[in-house]
Nanobody, 120 residues
């Protein structure tokens, strides 16, 4: 079993910054992509940022230029540096790891989430 634990959330004023961390309990070679999702009550969980191969990244249009996703493979950790935060960034942020344990079959690991609140 692979466990993902997020941390770093909190309350911040608009324009502020936070850095989220996601630590995996162990390295799994079958994990192809790691990503950050966020969810607001009543709305579908949305992809915020993802990283593959430790270098290829993809971001939601709403966070491009403000958020940066990165990994530290030695520490089995993924980060999300969030700058110039806006109230609409508020939500529960979840760490995701997409694995292919069997060719052609995707399996997703999820963390429990960390709350990010951007408010004045």
């Amino acid at each position: 079993q692979v466990h993902l634990v997020e941390s770093g959330g909190g309350l911040v004023q608009p324009g502020g910054s936070l850095r989220l961390s996601c630590v995996a309990s162990r390295r799994v070679n079958s994990i192809k992509t790691m990503a950050w999702y966020r969810q607001v009550p009543g709305k579908q969980r949305e992809l915020v940022a993802e990283i593959s191969g430790g270098e290829s990244t993809n971001y939601a249009d709403s966070v491009k230029g403000r958020f940066t996703v990165s990994t530290d493979s030695a520490a089995n950790t993924m980060y999300l540096q969030m700058n110039n935060l806006k109230p609409e960034d508020t939500g529960v942020y979840y760490c995701n790891a997409a694995a292919e344990l069997v060719p052609g079959r995707r399996f997703d690991y999820w963390g429990q989430g960390t709350q990010v609140t951007v408010s004045s």
